[in-house]
């Protein structure tokens, strides 16, 4: 060990005092700080830190003015598409999927602390009468994906699975799927990559010690993602299976369709390197991002960069004109992720800044390690969608989809208010419900009473209470599961299910090692 090199470095840029327990350290402690503190570019970590600070002294000011509506060319909607249009996006999707050109990347760094769990948000199980998790949900609508592009082209093929992972992540992601046999799928097509890690740091610059050997470090955020790409080899791995184009999202959105076939067409038919699924806000101060243009270049802006008055806007049919709300869902042409991975490209990518409670080593007692009681520093983070600002108007395409069909993210405990196991819950099987009314299933209660396919208000209720979807789910609420491996979207239900009366629940099950479903109704 280079002992006074490093020393050297860190008096160089202002950060010595990550030594100053130097002497206090046994042998493995003095190696496994000296190794950490080596791989870091000071220089580097400086500098991120003072932009970032500058941007943040500027964040209070409102882009109003300079914010601008998504151009009508790169717009789709699912809702007011003809039909012929969305069957011809999903056959271009299919085709582009049969024949081995679509992968799709998941970003799962994160770990599930609002959750309330000690491992990765992909191993959750929400409650499902399956009992699955997220990981093998996503794993099912992969193999389910693959058959129906195999029945389009005719050939076998396969949709490569690469996971963004953070050191937090990565082991406990990794023994997980050798535990479930990948779920079915091949194990060479399961990738896993690490994201990087940068310090934590205080207001006044210097790097936080967490322990006395050890920096307080955080992952680098979902916009890490590029560095990763091109750090790890993943992009020569892309490249090597003749990969075209790339579907990226968010590990906590149960809803998710990944690879979507329709979301994939309809980007090529735009001629777009780079794409976002979107879903209408709900109300004008909806707490989500908005994807649109500012200074005439594509952006993600925070709702709590608007103001009122811009968020209440509204278009001449009467919409929000600032309504596309950013659900972590992307399609990348290769080619644009090779573009922008590159360091002169995602150096251009900013930080954001997290104020932070961040556990500190004591100066009183070296052994103790401190959890504050307000922020006493930053954490530094790039956001995947920092990327739209390399897009044109003739390379993006935005494409809305209904919300109650694909966006239901796991965010918090059952303690909080939303985005809860037992809403996620909800709305895979209210969909799974909608898939088998569309297909032609009715549904009776225990004494043979059909139920109506709209629930009926409790007795009492006012009509648009806030508490009015809460008690229509308890009056009639409908317990439909369908394995991804029986359907991927709704499709190919109808020969199993058309004119047929079910007692819920009703359970359309399936595993990779079964040819045939298997419908179980009245009891899980």
């Known amino acids: 060990m280079d002992v006074e090199g490093l020393k050297s470095r860190l008096a160089e840029a202002n950060q010595e005092h990550l030594m100053k327990y130097w002497d206090q350290l046994s042998d493995s402690e003095k190696s496994q700080l000296y190794n950490e503190l080596n791989h870091l570019d000071f220089k580097e970590i400086n500098g991120f830190f003072k932009s970032a600070m500058e941007d943040l002294a500027s964040a209070s000011e409102k882009l109003d003015d300079l914010l601008e509506p998504l151009p009508k060319e790169v717009c789709g909607r699912v809702v007011n598409t003809q039909q012929e249009d969305l069957l011809q996006y999903d056959v271009d999707g299919l085709t582009e999927i049969g024949e081995s050109r679509v992968a799709v990347l998941l970003l799962a760094g994160g770990q599930g602390t609002r959750l309330g769990v000690p491992y990765p948000k992909g191993m959750y199980n929400v409650g499902l009468p399956s009992g699955k998790t997220l990981y093998q949900l996503q794993a099912e609508r992969l193999l389910k994906l693959q058959r129906l592009g195999e029945a389009v082209t005719g050939s076998s093929c396969k949709i490569p699975w690469y996971i963004m992972t953070s050191e937090h992540t990565k082991q406990a992601t990794l ?242 208010d939303k985005d809860t196991p037992t809403t996620c819950r909800r709305s895979l099987l209210n969909l799974h419900h909608r898939y088998l009314l569309a297909a032609g299933a009715e549904f009776v209660d225990k004494d043979g009473n059909l139920i109506p396919h709209i629930p009926s208000q409790k007795k009492g209720e006012e009509k648009g209470s806030g508490d009015r979807q809460k008690g229509e789910d308890e009056a009639m609420f409908v317990e439909s599961e369908i394995s991804p491996l029986v359907s991927y979207a709704g499709e190919g239900l109808q020969k199993l299910v058309e004119g047929r009366k079910f007692t819920t629940p009703v359970h359309l099950s399936q595993d990779f090692t079964m040819d045939e479903p298997e419908i179980v109704e009245g009891e899980w």
């Open 175 to 416: 023994d997980f799927f050798k535990k479930n046999q990948y779920f079915g799928l091949q194990e060479e097509d399961v990738v896993l990559f690490e994201q990087s890690l940068l310090p934590c740091i205080g207001f006044d610059g210097k790097i936080i010690l967490e322990k006395p050997h050890k920096v307080a470090l955080a992952p680098d955020g979902n916009g890490g993602l590029y560095r990763a790409l091109h750090k790890s080899g993943v992009l020569k791995n892309m490249e090597a299976r003749g990969i075209k184009y790339v579907h990226v999202y968010c590990v906590d959105n149960i809803l998710v369709k990944m690879a979507d076939p329709i979301f994939i067409g309809f980007c090529m038919s735009k001629g777009a390197n780079c794409g976002a699924k979107v879903v209408e806000k709900a109300f004008p101060t909806e707490a989500v991002g908005v994807v649109c243009k500012v200074e005439g270049k594509y952006q993600v802006v925070e709702y709590s960069e608007i103001t009122l008055k811009t968020a209440e806007k509204r278009d001449a049919n009467g919409r929000l004109m600032f309504n596309a709300g950013n659900i972590c869902n992307h399609f990348f042409t290769l080619d644009f992720l090779k573009f922008v991975s590159e360091p002169t490209q995602e150096k251009q990518l900013k930080h954001h800044v997290a104020k932070k409670k961040i556990p500190y080593v004591s100066e009183e007692d070296s052994k103790v390690t401190l959890k504050p009681d307000s922020p006493n520093g930053i954490k530094m983070e790039k956001f995947v969608f920092d990327v739209f600002h390399f897009a044109t108007d003739r390379s993006f395409a935005v494409w809305e989809v209904i919300r109650e069909d694909e966006f239901a993210p796991l965010k918090n405990a059952d303690t909080a």
